[in-house]
């Protein structure tokens, strides 16, 4: 699902002049890249309909200008469960639903 994600937010990105999507309606603008709202859905979260959140300090942001993209958080695994969650990291859901490798 992040794979899906992060590949529709790169391609709005492409047609937006390089701009990140809104962090407001980030679910709104890549929906037509990613073409299905079961993406938006965590597996490790099932009663979550909406199981991410968009980096609000990325909104409208120009690609270009991201000091280190590939260790840049863009989205990330929420525990708002609303669509077009938005946050600066503070709805991590606590411990985390994926253990790590």
Not at 29 to 38: D, S
Not at 50 to 76: C, D
């Amino acid at each position: 699902n992040l794979k899906q994600l992060s590949l529709g937010i790169i391609q709005y990105a492409q047609d937006n002049d390089m701009r990140l999507p809104d962090a407001d309606k980030w679910v709104d603008e890549i929906m037509p890249y990613v073409k299905n709202e079961a993406v938006f859905r965590d597996p490790a979260a099932p009663d979550l309909k909406w199981g991410y959140a968009f980096n609000r300090a990325l909104s409208g942001a120009a690609a270009a200008a991201l000091e280190a993209p590939a260790l840049t958080v863009v989205r990330f695994e929420s525990s708002a469960g609303t669509k077009n969650a938005t946050a600066a990291g503070t709805s991590f859901p606590p411990p985390g639903r994926h253990p790590r490798l």
